[in-house]
């Protein structure tokens, strides 16, 4: 069964460091989004691609935080530098569109802790 | 924008019913989805609403009610496996179709 891939699984830094999340979504899906996850909340969505195409961020911190899907098929999420509240799980999620019953595929997820 | 409520927790007994309900409000509508989460992992599709009624799928269910802004996931012959958060989520018809999703509920099923 087709699954999405999410790497590294866990990654300790210390504040003012950078860290890359790598994402690979299912074969053929268009769309894939970028949440982060804090303990006891919901996922909240940080960047939706459709294709390469960034489609909202409106709620990435654009100081620190940068995504990109370049050939529109896997995709990488830069923290720089990573602050202590940015600690949380970073989730990635494919779906064939945007649109109606598209389900989403979640990844297992980056969890990240910063000291 | 968009408001989801539903409980923090519920605890409930082996082989019981359960009902979690999940209240939104949002500017645009497209659909509610319900997803589970055990912890430390990612969260796993269980139902798609878009219609009023109820959608019944083995011993989960989920109800939409789009007048009233309510939804609410039913479980039965509750297994310990089913313990585990409980995410409503509902997608926006404006833009790109954004999954909004609630805090979860933590439900806990006991012997």
């Known amino acids: 069964e087709a699954e999405v891939a999410q790497s590294p699984r866990y990654k300790i830094t210390e504040k003012s460091q950078a860290v890359a999340f790598w994402c690979d979504p299912i074969?053929?899906?268009?769309?894939l989004y970028w949440y982060r996850q804090i303990l006891g909340q919901g996922p909240e969505l940080l960047v939706q691609?459709?294709?390469?195409?960034?489609?909202?961020d409106s709620q990435l911190p654009k100081d620190r935080f940068s995504a990109e899907r370049l050939k529109g098929v896997d995709s990488t999420l830069k923290i720089q530098p990573a602050e202590l509240g940015d600690s949380a799980m970073y989730l990635c999620?494919?779906?064939?569109?945007?649109?109606?019953?598209?389900?989403?595929?979640f990844g297992p997820g980056t969890r990240l802790t910063v000291l | 924008g968009q408001n989801i409520d539903q409980p923090t927790e519920m605890t409930a007994t082996e082989g019981a019913i359960v009902q979690i309900n999940c209240t939104y409000q949002?500017?645009?509508?497209?659909?509610l989805f319900w997803y589970q989460q055990h912890a430390g992992e990612a969260p796993t599709f269980l139902s798609y609403n878009v219609l009023d009624g109820l959608e019944e799928k083995g011993r989960f269910s989920s109800f939409l009610s789009r007048s009233k802004g309510y939804s609410y996931l039913l479980l039965k012959e509750l297994q310990m496996k089913d313990s585990a958060s409980y995410l409503c989520?509902?997608?926006?018809?404006?833009?790109?179709?954004?999954?909004?999703f609630g805090k979860g509920t933590m439900l806990l099923v006991s012997p």
């Open positions: 074969s053929g899906h268009a769309t």
């Open positions: 691609f459709q294709d390469e195409s960034v489609v909202d």
């Open positions: 989520a509902v997608k926006s018809s404006t833009g790109y179709s954004t999954l909004t």
């Open positions: 999620a494919s779906s064939l569109g945007g649109g109606g019953a598209n389900e989403q595929f």
């Open positions: 949002t500017s645009g509508f497209n659909g």
